[in-house]
């Protein structure tokens, strides 16, 4: 027949605009939009009535840490998800794209990236994922000879066009010598370069201060990083970034300190772009004393770096960062630890220094006691299937902003910045069919999420009792529906490798002053 698939009845939203129509899909693709079809058209093709729902490109989710265990001075923990299990949560909560990280490490077999990405497609391969993926590269040094040669290579053999970078933790962060390296070498690539702005010197020195005062709990994880730590590597990056000339985007932006100095480049015609994520908009430092005392173990389930905003005023401006085009996209930074497991957030327990007090004591009962040093927990929270559904109640449903608003940050954007669009994060004839439909209006009585409505393999999740108004009803990925009404349809193998093509956000208006003194006009010879 015509096609394999039709969606009828829709309210299809892109990021430009919404109205109704129905969408027939035909090999793994979008096929024809239509007001609407007649029997004929739809032969015996497969039906979903939307009945009047939201229809939507699948959630792309540009920010995931999967098979990606910590290792680093803030301690050690195993990643609790791998491509199976992670992929799976992310289809369940709408998801039917992730770009996850391959990661260098400072010991030597990871010296050459291509083995990373070898080693990291390998961990894929062996599990499969239920949904598209393709991989960010995370560079920790500065070996001139590895990024002139194998740059290249990952971006034409394996479509890698971004790189991440650290300006904290020991193990990982570069100094400003080495940002201004990658990122000339990134830009000579066209690779777009995301910084984990933190400045790394600030935080040690305020987390050694707190720990010799004693104050190690995980509630002080925030106090060793005020918004300023953010605030001041943001504007430092810009500022390198400017002498180059190359794109940045920041992850992860947790704090107005940051947004502004970022609103301030965009302003300045620089192609700085930034991300934001649902632990931003909807937990405060106050989450980190939720549990029980301030001194309490369980608060090592908030903890992520940058830590949530300090109240609800900065969460406002994060909001007004995603009306207004300060962020170009949002994406979960799911970075699964579990709690209860020595491998998992209780590792800042168990490299306490032993003591007699702890010997042989539980580790859940060991939680509850004044032990742990937030400097040794793993740094991240799950939420890969929570992102979408915690900004549709919260944002679209709220009115904060328009559904065509939700659809640029979560598909369209990211899509475009890292090269996938058109055939990714569009409802365009061609394009593949990814698509998310929610409840019809109304037709979802709102519930209370607990950890078990989730697919991950993380044994808790940071939004235990929150209210959600909509949830994905279905998520079809290239054609094949995955999620139906509260049941996994797809396979771990359903998912494929994707290589990716250049920013397709453009590169600003700045480099049109064309000074002959600016480093860019010769820095390239
Ligand atoms: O705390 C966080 N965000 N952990 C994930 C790793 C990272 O820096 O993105
Ligand atoms: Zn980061
Ligand atoms: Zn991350
Ligand atoms: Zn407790």
Redesign the pocket.
């Known amino acids: 027949s015509k096609f394999d698939l039709v969606v009828v009845n829709g309210l299809v939203v892109t990021a430009s605009d919404i109205s109704s129509f129905d969408i027939g899909i035909k090999d793994g693709k979008i096929h024809t939009l239509a007001p609407s079809f007649s029997s004929e058209d739809i032969g015996d093709a497969q039906v979903i009535d939307a009945e009047g729902a939201m229809v939507m490109p699948g959630g792309i989710d540009a ?1 995931v ?1 999967l098979c990606q265990d ?1 290792k680093t001075d803030i301690g050690g923990g195993k990643c609790a998800d791998n491509f199976e299990t992670g992929s799976r949560s992310a289809v369940c909560g709408g998801t039917t794209t992730m770009v996850t ?1 391959a990661t260098q490490t400072r010991v030597e077999e990871d010296r050459s990236l291509l083995k990373v990405v070898e080693a990291y497609d390998a961990r894929a391969q062996a599990t499969g994922s239920y949904i598209d993926y393709a991989f960010h590269i995370i560079i920790v040094r500065d070996d001139k000879d590895v990024l002139e040669e194998e740059l290249p290579v990952l971006v034409e053999k394996w479509g890698i066009t971004s790189c ?1 970078v ?1 300006m904290t ?1 020991e193990t990982m962060r570069l100094q400003d010598y080495q940002l201004l390296d990658v990122m000339l070498a990134a830009l000579k690539n066209s690779i777009t370069t995301m910084i ?1 702005a933190e400045n790394g010197d600030m935080i040690e020195w305020l987390t050694q201060k707190l720990e010799s005062k004693g104050m190690m709990a995980p509630y002080f994880h925030a106090l060793s990083r005020p918004p300023s730590v953010e605030g001041e590597a943001a504007n430092r990056a810009i500022v390198l970034a400017e002498l180059i000339e190359n794109p940045i985007l920041f ?2 932006v947790g704090s107005s300190a940051s947004a502004n100095v970022i609103r301030a480049a965009q302003t300045r015609g620089l192609p700085v772009f930034a991300e934001t994520c649902p632990q931003y908009l909807n937990l405060t430092w106050e989450d980190l004393k939720r549990f029980h005392s301030p001194t309490c173990f369980e608060n090592s389930k908030m ?4 830590p949530p905003s300090p109240d609800s005023s900065d969460q406002d401006a994060l909001y007004i960062g995603l009306h207004n085009g300060t962020f170009t996209i949002f994406s979960s ?1 799911h ?1 699964p630890f579990k709690y209860d497991d020595p491998h998992g957030k209780m590792v800042g327990i168990l490299d306490h220094e032993p003591s007699a007090a702890t010997d042989g004591v539980p580790l859940t009962e060991l939680a509850h006691k004044k032990v742990g040093r937030f400097s040794l927990i ?4 799950p939420g890969v299937e929570t992102r979408l559904p915690l900004l549709f109640t919260r944002g679209v449903s709220t009115g904060r902003i328009t559904p065509q608003k939700f659809v640029e940050l979560t598909a369209t954007n990211p899509a475009k910045l890292y090269g996938l669009y058109p055939r990714k994060g569009a409802i365009l004839p061609g394009s593949d069919a990814d698509l998310v439909i929610w409840h019809p209006e109304g037709a979802l009585t709102s519930f209370k999420l607990t950890n078990e409505h989730l697919h991950h393999n993380v044994d808790y999740t940071p939004y235990e009792g929150m209210e959600f108004g909509n949830w994905p009803r279905y998520t079809i990925c290239r054609g094949k529906v995955m999620w139906a009404n509260d049941v996994l349809l797809g396979k771990p193998r359903d998912g494929q490798y994707l290589k990716r093509g250049p920013n397709q956000l453009g590169k600003g208006v700045a480099h049109f002053k064309k000074d002959p003194r600016r480093v860019a006009a010769w820095v390239h010879e």
């Open positions: 920010h840490h910590q990280f991440k650290f933790y984990h992850v992860h903890i992520c770096s940058p930074d970075c793993p740094n991240g929270i």
